[in-house]
């Protein structure tokens, strides 16, 4: 039984990695596309995803899937203490660096994100959550890098339906963005509590504050 379990572990990671390295090769090709400019629409609704989050003065904060880096001049109006930013792609990561300088980045799934426990205080995630291989587990890391209190945001500016168009032209796999039910049922096995949750035609957001409980323990990233 133990060595099916290995087995089960090596092919997960396997799989995981496989899926990551095809989507930094794809992203990597395509920071031309994503340094165009926004529609006003798009960009406001934007800063109506980050404003959702109550950003604070002092936050710790991490945008998850960061692109080019489209939330964050939206993220400095706030004034956090750090902003961080994390994704698979280098050369997205490059633009965010080279634009944003006080911005720390890492390339990396935000599963194996190297932080400290309990070191952020909001987390956002996106229109990246359906790019995510393992999002159990994606859910169980920001439970131990989120304090108690902090905000998880999962957005997308397009709405669900944009995903279910896009899903049809990717050379990876896509996941629909939760409906209401579905995401209740995901979130729900990890100490969060749902605050937000909205469903447009262009526009998406489920927004998630971590229990006040600092004895869960995911037994992921101890």
Known sequence: MGSVRVWSIIVYMTDRKE???????????????????????????LRRIVARAEIEPGDVVL????????????????????????????????????????????????IDLDLDRASLDVVFMNGMFSNIYDKPAALAR????????GRMVVSHPEGREFICRLRENVKFHLDLLPAKKEWLGMISPFPFEPVLFEDEPEFYLALARRKEDPKEDTGVGV
């Open 19 to 45: 899926h990551n390295r095809l989507q930094q090769e794809i992203f990597d090709g395509l920071v031309h596309v994503f340094e165009a400019p926004l529609e006003q629409s798009v960009q406001d609704r």
């Open 63 to 110: 945008d998850v899937g960061t692109g080019v880096g489209a939330l964050i001049p939206l993220i400095l109006e706030y004034k956090p203490y750090r902003i961080l930013a994390c994704d698979l792609s280098t050369e997205m990561l490059k633009r965010v660096a080279q634009k944003y300088p006080r911005v720390e980045t890492f390339n990396s799934d935000v």
């Open 142 to 149: 920001l439970v131990f890098l989120l304090r108690p209190g």
